[in-house]
C-alpha cells in the first residue's frame, strides 16, 4: 500500500521560494500524481498534476512546477513568486489512473499528512 509523506512547508514572505517534496514509502504509484492545497474555510484545490501530461491550476501557473523522481520515490513542488493567497495546507495525492483535466480531488484514493504554507505580505 502506498503511503505518502510530505516535507519542506514553512513560512515565508511574498516573492519568496520553497519547495515541498513527497515521500512514497512502500511503492511508487505510476499512475497520476498531484499537488492539492486547503485553506481554512475553503474547499480542497487542485494544485497540479504530474502524469503523460503535467497541468497547473491557472492561479499557479509560470510559478510552481511539478517534477517527480520515479526512482528516488519522489515528488516535489517548487513553488516561486509565492503570494499570501498560496497560503493553506498542501498535500501530495496518488491516483489510480490517469490524469485528467479538470484536476479533481475524488481521482485521487491515496493522501498525505499535510504539510503547511505560509506567505506573509
Known amino acids: 500500500q502506498v503511503q505518502l509523506m510530505e516535507s519542506g512547508g514553512g513560512s515565508v514572505q511574498a516573492g519568496g521560494s520553497l519547495k515541498l517534496s513527497c515521500a512514497a514509502v512502500?511503492?511508487?504509484?505510476?499512475?497520476?500524481m498531484g499537488w492539492f492545497r486547503q485553506a481554512p474555510g475553503k474547499e480542497r484545490e487542485g494544485v497540479a498534476t504530474i502524469g503523460r501530461i503535467t497541468s497547473y491550476t491557472d492561479s499557479v501557473r509560470g510559478r510552481f512546477t511539478i517534477s517527480q523522481d520515479i526512482a528516488e520515490k519522489t515528488l516535489s513542488l517548487q513553488m516561486n513568486g509565492l503570494k499570501p493567497e498560496d497560503s493553506a495546507i498542501y498535500y501530495c495525492?496518488?491516483?489510480?489512473?490517469?490524469?485528467?483535466?479538470?484536476?479533481?480531488?475524488?481521482?485521487?484514493?491515496?493522501w498525505g499528512q499535510g504539510t503547511q504554507v505560509s506567505v506573509s505580505s
Open positions: 512502500n511503492t511508487y504509484r505510476r499512475g497520476c
Open positions: 495525492a496518488a491516483g489510480l489512473f490517469g490524469c485528467t483535466w479538470p484536476i479533481r480531488a475524488t481521482d485521487f484514493d491515496t
